[in-house]
């Protein structure tokens, strides 16, 4: 759990799609989360953990697709109707496709702060003694609790990891077990 800590806080995305080369390969897939250091994939097939993967990031609008390559850190089973989904952690990157990723986060995050501030119901209120004005104390919040809320789904996938991990030790146990009587 730590070592999610340490990353890049993941950005929420919709509408850019992927495609993945690996070893053994080649597939469309949809990117769910993003960061400069990697992403969440949701694919319709698992991949092994550990093997190294091509991503080609398309989205809508931009001239040219971002090419990254990176490693498969998790590869979690599709449940509840979901699709598998892969937890890639992007390494060996060019320099080029690095800065047009943080420019696309960037841009991302830009708009959604753009989005926030557009909230109906939300009046520019008078300033008060300190200069700030409600309504910024009010996106302070706003923001604040999405950061929040974004930690929480992390930790929560983590956990979500963490028990399909789990499983998967227990029922190598069982079969180990199984073998011996």
């Known amino acids: 759990m730590a070592n999610a800590q340490m990353r890049s806080q993941r950005l929420r995305v919709s509408g850019i799609a992927a495609h993945v080369r690996g070893s053994a390969a ?100 008078a300033q008060d003694s300190d200069g700030e004005g409600e309504r910024s104390k009010l996106m302070l919040q706003i923001k604040g609790l999405l950061m929040e809320m974004d930690d929480l789904r992390d930790r929560l996938r983590m956990r979500d990891i963490e028990i399909d991990d789990l499983r998967s030790q227990l029922a190598t146990a069982e079969q180990l077990l199984g073998r011996r009587t």
């Open 26 to 125: 080649e597939f469309s897939c949809q990117l769910e989360e993003l960061s400069a250091d990697g992403a969440f994939l949701r694919a319709d097939r698992l991949v092994e953990i550990g093997s190294t993967l091509e991503v080609e990031l398309v989205k809508p609008g931009a001239r040219k697709p971002l090419r990254l390559r990176g490693i498969v850190l998790r590869a979690i089973p599709g449940r509840d109707g979901q699709q598998p989904g892969l937890d890639v952690e992007f390494r060996l990157v060019p320099n080029e496709d690095f800065q047009g990723l943080v420019a696309w986060i960037d841009e991302m995050r830009a708009r959604a702060g753009h989005a926030l501030s557009q909230l109906p119901g939300i009046a520019p209120p």
